[in-house]
């Protein structure tokens, strides 16, 4: 299995190389060939780091580094498609991921035996926060309406309809996704998966189907909302997104977005959500 790995940071070195090394070790336990881009975003570059990243990994892992502005999340991914000249089309899977995270050691051993049919765009894998001790996924069970997205989008015009807005939601993921439902939900869908309308963003798993009608990943907006674009893509072409629990990565609770400040959060939010009101008919 032939994997691209394309992964942005944004001055969260220390998370990168747990990140890495946990690929690392997942590679190990499996057989498959893994190219990453390692996208730094980052406002000082740690040249000694990037150096030991480059070394330390090679040859299980072919690591690209490429340096770049802060572009955004899916926008820097964009960008090193074009300047490397990578072509995902060539690839059975495309990893797009945040570096803040780590995946189990188990984690290409069990991708490989999920049965890739025609239908199947997007695998959204269980994304356990350490935060909060549950499943960051499904993140979205149903298409939303337009009515929903457009309350969503104005709860993030101010702090406090924001901070009750996360306490609703942390609470919701708490008892919905809490470990009891995670190992049901292990036993119910570890061979077939469950259908879904969206996975969590910071760690998404495209098939050879879904890059074969998006291979640049063109969204251009800076942060947050890109769960709802590679859904919208998805649908529009017919593939399923689909959630495997048996997948697991563990999530160090947004290295790079708890660094901003809660205006700019907010405002991100409310761009993003603009865009996708704007650009997809719901």
Request: a positive charge; proline letters at 2%.
């Given at each position: 299995?032939?994997?691209c790995?394309?992964?942005?940071?944004h001055?969260?070195?220390?998370e990168?190389?747990?990140?890495?090394?946990?690929?690392?070790k997942?590679?190990?336990?499996s057989?498959?060939?893994?190219?990453?881009?390692?996208?730094?975003?980052?406002?000082i570059?740690?040249?000694?780091?990037?150096?030991?990243?480059?070394?330390?990994?090679?040859?299980?892992?072919?690591?690209?580094?490429l340096?770049?502005?802060?572009?955004?999340?899916?926008?820097s991914?964009?960008?090193?498609?074009?300047?490397?000249?990578?072509?995902?089309?060539?690839?059975?899977?495309?990893?797009?991921?945040?570096?803040?995270?780590?995946?189990?050691k188990?984690?290409?051993?069990n991708?490989?035996?999920?049965?890739?049919?025609?239908?199947l765009?997007?695998?959204?894998p269980?994304?356990?926060?350490?935060?909060?001790?549950?499943?960051?996924?499904?993140?979205?069970?149903?298409?939303?309406?337009?009515?929903k997205?457009?309350?969503l989008?104005?709860?993030?015009r101010?702090?406090?309809?924001?901070?009750?807005?996360?306490?609703?939601?942390?609470?919701?993921?708490?008892?919905q996704?809490?470990p009891s439902?995670?190992?049901?939900?292990?036993?119910?869908?570890?061979?077939?998966g469950?259908?879904?309308?969206a996975g969590?963003g910071?760690?998404?798993?495209l098939?050879?189907?879904?890059?074969?009608?998006?291979?640049?990943?063109d969204?251009?907006?800076?942060?947050f909302?890109e769960?709802?674009?590679?859904a919208?893509?998805?649908a529009?072409?017919?593939?399923?997104?689909?959630?495997?629990?048996?997948?697991?990565?563990?999530?160090?609770?947004?290295s790079?977005?708890?660094?901003?400040?809660?205006?700019?959060?907010?405002k991100?939010?409310?761009?993003?959500?603009?865009?996708?009101?704007e650009?997809?008919k719901?």
């Open positions: 299995m032939n994997i790995i394309l992964s942005v940071c001055n969260s070195y220390k990168s190389l747990d990140f890495l090394k946990s690929l690392k997942a590679v190990q336990n057989d498959v060939d893994l190219d990453l881009y390692f996208i730094d975003n980052s406002s570059k740690d040249r000694e780091l990037i150096t030991k990243i480059k070394k330390d990994f090679s040859p299980l892992i072919k690591i690209n580094y340096s770049c502005q802060n572009l955004g999340y899916f926008p991914i964009n960008f090193a498609i074009s300047n490397q000249s990578i072509n995902l089309k060539e690839y059975d899977l495309a990893i797009l991921s945040n570096v803040d995270l780590s995946v189990d188990d984690f290409f051993k991708l490989k035996e999920i049965d890739i049919n025609n239908k765009g997007v695998i959204a269980s994304i356990i926060s350490k935060d909060i001790n549950a499943d960051r996924n499904p993140k979205i069970l149903k298409r939303p309406s337009k009515t997205l457009t309350i989008k104005n709860l993030f101010f702090k406090l309809t924001y901070m009750l807005l996360r306490y609703i939601s942390n609470a919701r993921i708490k008892y996704n809490k439902t995670q190992i049901s939900r292990n036993r119910k869908y570890s061979n077939f469950k259908k879904i309308y969590h910071s760690f998404i798993i098939s050879n189907n879904y890059l074969n009608i998006d291979s640049h990943i969204y251009p907006v800076f942060l909302g769960e709802i674009y590679i919208e893509k998805s529009e072409n017919a593939l399923d997104v689909i959630y495997y629990p048996k997948l697991v990565i563990y999530d160090n609770e947004h790079s977005t708890s660094q901003m400040k809660s205006a700019s959060y907010r991100s939010n409310f761009v993003a959500l603009s865009y996708i009101i650009n997809y719901f």
